[in-house]
């Protein structure tokens, strides 16, 4: 083992405030570029309009970058923020930490939520966010030392290159005996060599005596990082009491904590055993409805899913408490002890591996044609250990091998290698070609959208074939539901702010399940309410999965199940507990609704943001090939001839095809219109000069842009 | 017998799930039942046969994500 020497470059010195009904009223701010360390007051306009979290990231972000702003660039933002609520104990999933920056693949606003300790113990430490701009040389770490109040810019060689070995050097480095006062934030070679690198934050594994990580992973946000020449960001914080956010009400927040973490106890081992099994119970589930994506989402079945469900990961977790925050009753990050991988530096030596949870396993698995266990958790470590994406790993390979069994790319464009789905020794090559920047694993590593470039203008690639199969929207895969079916779910796709990634809405149940909404106003209703409460979490340092995947026993018998009221209450009581400013549930969504579209008026001021940019390839609607049609040929012609009213009567399956991406791509277009609408934007989809003073986000900048894309009063 | 969650119901010889939730009150909510430790999905509930002394759990709306 390497030993590490450390070289200070700054060192800054302050007096921690006490949090203050969960804020800090202070941000920290680190240039790298001039070594240097600032501290930036929270207005109390800055929190009643972004409130915290995601928004105090969009706010500093915003204040950081210009149109011209490149991902590459020194004056790009990092931010990293938790929220008024996070890092309060026994309230289930308060620890999460939301990121921001420029992306590489969408070039606008990027964002992504994580577990970990990283966020609370940087509010604890005295910041609601911390903003890192400018570029280092390298082998710098930003040590966040909240116990000794300080912020130290530090050079330190001897580190591991991989993520997997950095948290745990680095927690050890800085921990002086006590592990679980710390927290680090980093990143490995695949951040370096692709455009689709994560970021890992650790937590420390009491019990298993190990420093444990989730990922940031979308967007390439690891990929910023690590071209800002900075190795890793290190918080250390001490012990965690419902007294170290300082709630306004703490008798109000010991009553509603209790009543959810107990109900999470009670029900979680009835409902979907998230303690148990995390989100591995959706794979034979979506598998079943015809929702996993298999082989670059022409499928959403295949009869080996059940090789890669529940019933093989409950064997292949360790058991034992797996909260990513402390307290948290839905504990639902498992991880597999003592695998030894087959490939790779790491070959032949056992290691812990965290997860791999539903994406992961569809992206890396069935996506891929890959329906082995083992494959997909060691495609899981090394994409973590190398800081790359699983999601756009697993959706980005995906494409690779359509377009290699389709012919458009063949063994003279990936240095020799078989592609085709199933492939699962070479779909681990890839990932660790990803990490040396070396072969065919460095294009695909520059994400589908630049691929789907090259494969044109270098390899003669049928572009229109691509511009369909390719599954990217804005720049960024797709996470792993298909979306054929639900045109609700196309919209939570498409128009999601950063791309299709599912955290705005996950209507597929509601919409083609259910049939909960079957007009284009009941959808857009839904596609306001549920990008907006779901934006919600991320404003207040939370996660969602306690919301709704965990039910009351008596939630169908309420007048909207699919909200789940009864949790929403407690979310609003909770707001009220810690902050002292008591809202209803009404009040969140009104919270939300102002960062999410001060977000879409940045991705407008980025170049994007319009209704041409909320696009999605025609695979997410409907069969691209007459292979997809002709698998499910009974579902289209009924549908062709009982939804369309068409006479198909001696029409061949292109013809059929065709009829129906017709009508889809119509009914998407109709689906936007409904969904501006109903946000209060205008047909281009953007926010009109009502909706921005109704938010109270009409600052002279946003009306300018407006005005600049003739929107105004 | 089997048991629905804390409740009772008669057994019957060729009781498939889809015909257990027929009897049940807001049966359309459920997407989702685990029988006997089992998940099953509503495309599989015909086919999937209901034995005596069976325990089924009725799992809320699938949330994903």
Redesign the interface.
């Known amino acids: 083992m390497n030993t590490l020497k450390t070289k200070e470059i700054t060192t800054y010195k302050y007096e921690r405030p006490a949090i203050d009904r969960g804020y800090a009223n202070q941000t920290l701010c680190v240039d790298l570029s001039q070594s240097s360390i600032a501290i930036k007051p929270v207005s109390e306009e800055m929190k009643r309009v972004f409130v915290g979290g995601k928004g105090f990231d969009l706010w500093l972000l915003w204040n950081a970058v210009n149109p011209q702003t490149r991902w590459d660039d020194p004056e790009n933002a990092i931010c990293i923020a938790s929220g008024p609520m996070g890092g309060t104990p026994s309230y289930p999933g308060s620890g999460k930490s939301i990121v921001s920056t420029i992306s590489p693949t969408t070039g606008s606003v990027m964002d992504s939520n994580v577990g970990g300790y990283f966020g609370p113990y940087l509010k604890f430490s005295g910041f609601d966010a911390l903003e890192v701009t400018g570029k280092s040389g390298g082998n710098t770490v930003l040590l966040i030392d909240g116990v000794d109040q300080m912020v130290q810019l530090l050079e330190i060689s001897g580190l591991p290159e991989d993520s997997y070995s950095m948290s745990s050097r680095l927690t050890d480095h800085f921990s002086a005996g006590k592990n679980q006062t710390i927290s680090v934030v980093s990143t490995g070679p695949g951040a370096e060599h692709t455009l689709i690198g994560c970021l890992n934050f650790t937590w420390y594994d009491v019990k298993r005596k190990r420093a444990r990580y989730k990922q940031a992973g979308r967007g390439g946000i690891g990929t910023v990082f690590f071209h800002k020449g900075i190795r890793a960001i290190v918080a250390r914080w001490d012990s965690v009491t419902m007294d170290t956010n300082n709630p306004a009400d703490k008798g109000a927040l010991t009553t509603v904590a209790k009543a959810y973490s107990k109900e999470i106890r009670d029900l979680d081992p009835?409902?979907?055993e998230m303690a148990k099994l995390g989100t591995t119970?959706?794979v034979?589930?979506m598998n079943?409805?015809?929702l996993l994506p298999t082989h670059n989402f022409r499928f959403g079945r295949h009869p080996g899913a059940n090789n890669i469900g529940?019933d093989v990961f409950q064997h292949l977790f360790d058991p034992g408490y797996d909260g990513c925050w402390k307290g948290c009753t839905v504990a639902c990050s498992h991880g597999v002890k003592d695998f030894v991988p087959m490939t790779g530096p790491y070959k032949g030596r056992k290691v812990f591996v965290d997860g791999p949870e539903y994406e992961t396993i569809a992206g890396c698995g069935s996506n891929i044609g890959v329906f082995d266990p083992y494959t997909i958790v060691e495609m899981n470590f090394y994409c973590d250990t190398y800081g790359l994406d699983t999601i756009s790993v697993g959706t980005g390979i995906a494409f690779v091998m359509e377009c290699f069994e389709m012919g458009l790319i063949t063994t003279s464009h990936t240095g020799g290698m078989e592609l085709s789905f199933g492939n699962r020794l070479n779909a681990l090559e890839l990932v660790h070609q990803m990490a040396s920047g070396k072969g065919f694993g460095a294009v695909v590593g520059q994400g589908i959208r630049r691929m789907k470039d090259i494969f044109e203008k270098e390899y003669g690639a049928d572009a229109a074939l691509m511009k369909d199969i390719g599954m990217e929207s804005k720049g960024l895969e797709f996470?792993e539901?298909m979306t054929k079916e639900s045109l609700a779910q196309q919209g939570g796709y498409g128009i999601a702010l950063k791309g299709p990634q599912?955290?705005e809405a996950?209507l597929?149940?509601?919409d083609m399940?259910?049939n909960y909404m079957p007009t284009f106003e009941q959808k857009a209703e839904a596609l306001h309410w549920f990008p907006m409460f779901r934006t919600w979490f991320g404003l207040c340092g939370l996660c969602?999965l306690p919301?709704?995947?965990i039910?009351p026993?008596d939630?169908?018998?309420t007048p909207e199940?699919?909200k789940v009221m009864k949790h929403v209450q407690w979310y609003a009581d909770y707001f009220s507990a810690v902050t002292g400013r008591k809202v209803l549930p009404d009040d969140l969504i009104k919270m939300s609704e102002a960062v999410y579209n001060f977000q879409r008026i940045f991705n407008l001021k980025m170049g994007y943001g319009k209704r041409e940019h909320d696009t999605l390839p025609y695979r997410a609607m409907g069969p691209v090939t007459a292979l997809e049609y002709e698998s499910r040929r009974e579902r289209y012609d009924k549908q062709l001839v009982e939804k369309q009213g068409a006479d198909i009567t001696g029409k061949d399956t292109l013809e059929k095809m065709a009829i129906l991406r017709r009508f889809r791509e119509k009914q998407y277009e109709e689906l936007k219109d409904a969904v501006y609408e109903r946000r209060g934007w205008d047909k281009d989809g953007i926010p009109s000069v009502e909706t921005v003073k109704r938010l109270g986000i009409d600052f002279p900048e946003v009306l300018d842009l407006l005005k600049a894309n003739g929107v105004s009063s | 017998m089997i048991r629905v969650g804390d409740k009772r119901f008669p057994w019957h010889e060729g009781m498939t799930v889809s015909i257990l939730l027929e009897g049940l009150r807001d049966s359309d909510s459920y997407a989702v039942v685990r029988l006997n430790g089992r998940i099953v999905s509503r495309p599989n509930f015909a086919a999937t046969p209901v034995p005596d002394e069976s325990e089924v759990i009725l799992i809320p709306m699938v949330a994903g994500g």
């Open positions: 009835k409902q979907n119970h959706l034979p589930i079943d409805f015809d529940r996470s539901y599912h955290d996950w597929i149940f509601l399940v259910h969602k919301w709704n995947d039910v026993e939630n169908k018998e199940p699919a």
